[in-house]
Structures are given as structure tokens and as C-alpha cells.
């Protein structure tokens, strides 16, 4: 791959790259920062984060254990199938692959097909609006999922579909609801949910942002040898 990207240019052969996903990047970048604020004041130290971007499509990065996770291939977690909202299931969902997965029922594509509007439409439909009650209950189940497989100790949320900021405490609110107090932690409380989950810090300048960071960590590593 990196003789791909860099050719035959032997100015270039110098140069770290590192490779990873535009959502790992961005989980890696979250965490680095809260890692660092932890340290700075004393808090626990955390060893995990996921980053979930919600548009056209969904993504979802995940940290853990310090490292972006890889294996098989890399965390699809925007397909994992969810339940039908009471009074949705005449929806079937707009994924080619797999119907109702959470992409398939809350990116902004299956939000305008709900509609029958464009995704231009979107941002002019009220905070009240029923989509956005559909579109946090899924997003909330992806949440709960991510807890129940991943146990991450802080989930950001970014891309252009939560420009609609009111989906935070809409997300927030179900995702308390439908966990029911199995996992303990006070981080799943009313009281700790705000800090659990939330935006990214960076909004829409995520997806550069973790780039950047893979440059400088490919830097750093390149340094420590």
C-alpha cells in the first residue's frame, strides 16, 4: 500500500504513513485527549472509547485497550441489525445488504426515503419532528450494543446527522431505557449519561483531526526507534 501511494518518489520514502479508518482515526484522536486530560487532573485513567459518525452512511471506531481495534477487517458496527421501533415496522430499512441495520434505518438517506424528501430537506424539519425520535431510538440501540460488546468507557458521537443536536439527549434518554440497569456503572446513570455519551470535540473537522494524529503518532514512532 505504501508503495502505492508514494510511487517511485524517493523524496517520499522517508516520510512515517500510518494506515487506519476515517472512524478509527478520529476514536484515537478522542481518546488520546481524554487519556491526557485524565492524567493532567488526576482522574482514572481510560483504556477504551468508540466514536460513531452518523451521515450518509454509519461508522464506528473503536478503542481498546490503548489501540484501535483490527482484525478480521475493521468494525462495521453501522450494520448491526436493531429492533423496529414500536409503530416501524413497515419500514424495511434502506441498507442493500441488510434491511434493517442501524445505517439502514437512520442514516440521513433513510431518513429522507422515510420522508419522501431529499437529504437537502432535512435541516429545515423542526427539533419536534417525529424523525428524530425514529432516528435516536437507533442510534441508542447501536449505543447499547457498543456497551453490552465493547464496554468502552466514553462514546462520541459526530457527522452531519447530529448537527441535529437535540438527537444527544434524545440518544441519551433511550439508551438509559433500553439497557434497564443491566450494566452497573455511573456512567449509566441519569446523573453520568451526559458525560458518557456526547459530541466529538472536534464536530466537523473530526475526520482531519484523526488524520492529522495518525501523522504525528507515525511520527512519534518513527522518532522512538
Request: aromatic share 6%; with cysteine; proline share 6%.
Amino acid at each position: 500500500m505504501r508503495e502505492i501511494l508514494i510511487g517511485a518518489y524517493d523524496d517520499f520514502r522517508g516520510i512515517p504513513i500510518l494506515f487506519d479508518t476515517d472512524v478509527n482515526a478520529p476514536a484515537l484522536a478522542e481518546f488520546t485527549v481524554q487519556e491526557e486530560e485524565s492524567k493532567a487532573t488526576g482522574a482514572p485513567v481510560p483504556a477504551s472509547s468508540a466514536y460513531i459518525t452518523i451521515g450518509t452512511g454509519i461508522g464506528v471506531g473503536l478503542v481498546i485497550n490503548h489501540g484501535s481495534v483490527k482484525g478480521l477487517l475493521h468494525p462495521e458496527a453501522g450494520h448491526v441489525l436493531v429492533q423496529p421501533r414500536p409503530g416501524d415496522e413497515s419500514f424495511p430499512g434502506t441498507c442493500p445488504f441488510h434491511g434493517r441495520c442501524v445505517e439502514g434505518m437512520c442514516s440521513n438517506g433513510a431518513m429522507s426515503t422515510r420522508l419522501g424528501i431529499t437529504h437537502s430537506q432535512l435541516p429545515e424539519l423542526p427539533d419536534d419532528h417525529e424523525i428524530w425520535d425514529i432516528c435516536a431510538y437507533y442510534i441508542a440501540q447501536l449505543c447499547m450494543n457498543l456497551v453490552l460488546i465493547a464496554s468502552p468507557e466514553t462514546i462520541r458521537i459526530g457527522g452531519g446527522v447530529m448537527k441535529r443536536t437535540v438527537l444527544y439527549e434524545k440518544t441519551r434518554k433511550i439508551t438509559l431505557q433500553l439497557l434497564n440497569g443491566y450494566i452497573v456503572s455511573p456512567l449509566l446513570t441519569e446523573e453520568g449519561i451526559d458525560h458518557f455519551i456526547g459530541p466529538s470535540r472536534w464536530g466537523d473537522h473530526a475526520g482531519i483531526v484523526g488524520a492529522a494524529f495518525l501523522a504525528k503518532l507515525a511520527h512519534d514512532q518513527q522518532t522512538a526507534k
